[in-house]
T-cell receptor
Framework: GDSVTQMEGPVTLSEEAFLTINCTYT??????LFWYVQYPGEGLQLLLK?????DKGSNKGFEATYRKETTSFHLEKGSVQVSDSAVYFC?????????????FGSGTRLSIRP | EPEVTQTPSHQVTQMGQEVILHCVPI?????FYWYRQILGQKVEFLVS????????KSEIFDDQFSVERPDGSNFTLKIRSTKLEDSAMYFC???????????FGPGTRLLVL
């Protein structure tokens, strides 16, 4: 079945460093791809999404490009802040049914040092 | 901005007891979902619901689980006889179409003792 694999954490960076969190997916169809973020003690928030190949999702300085040829959707940010410390989940929307379920990766915990 | 709300935020129960988790989806949304996240693990799909019936359910969603939309605003998840392994964070989500972005609530942390 469909699945998402993302890089193991935790990832620890200094403030203003460049961030990449790798994500690859396996899907039989043409899923939509998402990054969700979970701040400490909070629920899941949609960070960005892309619905078709070569689309770039962006929000709050984060970007990810839907790469069909490499089945990837890597998350990047040019200069991270302490407030970006959170768990990041890569996910895809399985369009196999009328109500698409979301399949999540295992999450990557990001910690930013001041 | 409209948001999904969930109550209670925390629930502690004894093994074998019934629990009902409550969700109020975004008002114009038609598709509703439950997911769970066991501590330290990935978020897992439980069930999707549309037009007053289950659209899809995972193998986790066995006969102990049920969902209901008792009125025009609430969406509930019932666990009939809780087990220790049901301890998890339960997230409700909604979307305005089955193919669109799902918006998640803040979750209910369930602890079964």
């Amino acid at each position: 079945g469909d699945s998402v694999t993302q890089m193991e954490g935790p990832v620890t960076l200094s403030e203003e460093a460049f961030l990449t969190i790798n994500c690859t997916y396996t899907a039989t169809g043409y899923p939509s791809l998402f990054w969700y973020v979970q701040y400490p003690g909070e629920g899941l928030q949609l960070l960005l999404k892309a619905t078709k190949a070569d689309d770039k999702g962006s929000n709050k300085g984060f970007e990810a490009t839907y790469r069909k040829e490499t089945t990837s959707f890597h998350l990047e940010k040019g200069s991270v802040q302490v407030s970006d410390s959170a768990v990041y989940f890569c996910a895809l929307s399985d369009r196999g049914s009328s109500a698409s379920k979301i399949i999540f990766g295992s999450g990557t915990r990001l910690s930013i040092r001041p | 901005e409209p948001e999904v709300t969930q109550t209670p935020s925390h629930q502690v129960t004894q093994m074998g007891q019934e629990v009902i988790l409550h969700c109020v989806p975004i008002s114009n949304h038609l598709y509703f979902y439950w997911y769970r996240q066991i501590l330290g693990q990935k978020v897992e799909f439980l069930v999707s619901f549309y037009n007053n019936e289950i659209s899809e359910k995972s193998e986790i969603f066995d006969d102990q689980f049920s969902v209901e939309r008792p009125d025009g605003s609430n969406f509930t998840l019932k666990i009939r006889s809780t087990k220790l392994e049901d301890s998890a964070m339960y997230f409700c989500a909604s979307s305005d179409s089955g193919q669109e972005t799902q918006y998640f609530g803040p979750g209910t942390r369930l602890l079964v003792l």
